[in-house]
């Protein structure tokens, strides 16, 4: 029997004493996919054996709209590289590609270090991945277009771009030449991808132009994130009033396990990221969400909206969850009338003093 206190998700974690790669189930049919996945997970199983289970900051940066048409322009200048193989016209598409990627980081200073913390996590991992998935070049570049094409489909880049940015940028350095040697270490000690392919390639570092961002439709995209953002917002205000407002349930996050879609983040501002659905295993039992949940920004507490009565046995019941308490575990009052706060056995008030 699957061990309760697990969640079942593509990772690497720890039972019994051993560090595992675990897949969830169907694989993905195609051949190149599935040795992409394992690939991909074994290289998050051998960076937690050696100490390195990767760091993540916000990226909420790119749910907005310039974060958001930055990003995808830049995706677009890479696939425009990646489908070529004459040096002067991929020199372009890079250099265009690092223009929108440092305007980014510019125009969002905390962004560098965010990015890069989830590109050196998540896309060096898909990178291996790709790279490992099919034995000849012109394969892999097809895999990694693939994998810029759906990151477009995805509803948030937040928690989700490395995985097309990180296999782009390492296929285009590995055809880098000889001062392009020796990236990956660089780049799994925290070296920037771009900025390792920026001197691969001896690039200088030119100004944005509007004429750039014209051979990438700069114009459209801008207009159609636009009418996403305004959308955004309205929603995100429905999730303020929810799970900021309340009635509300805290859950404190101890030792936490969760298994999510990393392409739905929705940020929430300064109160965290809500995720539309997720399974969260902790000390106090198990979540499971069909809804929304949200996670605070230091990862301290999770937040559903308050059930209309109390659990049943160990079993809790609210609009799109179902909690299962272990034992001991109750709901205390919290702050403001109506909020709840999941409390362990020996947080409980002391009895009065006779």
Known sequence: MFPSELTIANTALTWAGTTWVQL?????????????????????????????????????????????????????ALAAALRTTTPSVRTRAVEDALVFRRERRTRFPEAAVAEGLLEEHEGLAEYTGVALAVADARGRRALALENLDDAVKRSSFVRSFAYASGPAYGLLLDEAGPRAQGWRARALAGADLGTLLQDALRLGTPEPSPEREARYGGAALRETER????????????????????????????????????????????????????????????????????????????????????????????????????????????????????????????????
């Open 227 to 354: 009418e996403r953002a305004r959308l955004a917002q309205a929603r995100a205000e429905a999730l303020r009033k929810k799970l900021v407002e309340g009635p509300v349930l805290h859950l404190p996050l101890v030792r936490m396990r969760i298994q999510f879609n990393p392409g739905e983040l929705i940020p929430l501002a300064e109160h965290g990221t809500v995720y539309p659905g997720a399974r969260i295993v902790d000390a106090w039992g198990s979540l499971t969400a069909t809804s929304d949940v949200l996670l605070s920004s230091d990862w301290k507490t999770a937040t559903v909206n308050a059930p209309p009565s109390g659990p049943r046995d160990a079993r809790w019941e609210g609009e799109g969850w179902v909690l299962e308490l272990a034992p001991g575990w109750r709901a205390n009052k919290g702050l403001r009338p109506g909020d709840l706060v999941l409390q362990a056995p020996e947080a409980r008030a002391p009895a009065p003093q006779p």
């Open 24 to 76: 969830q189930g169907p694989l993905p049919d195609a051949p190149a996919r599935r040795r992409a996945l394992l690939a991909h997970e074994a290289f998050h199983r051998l960076r937690t054996t050696l100490g390195h289970p990767g760091r993540e900051k916000d990226n909420a940066h790119l749910d907005g709209i310039e974060g958001r048409t930055l990003l995808q322009l830049e995706w677009r």
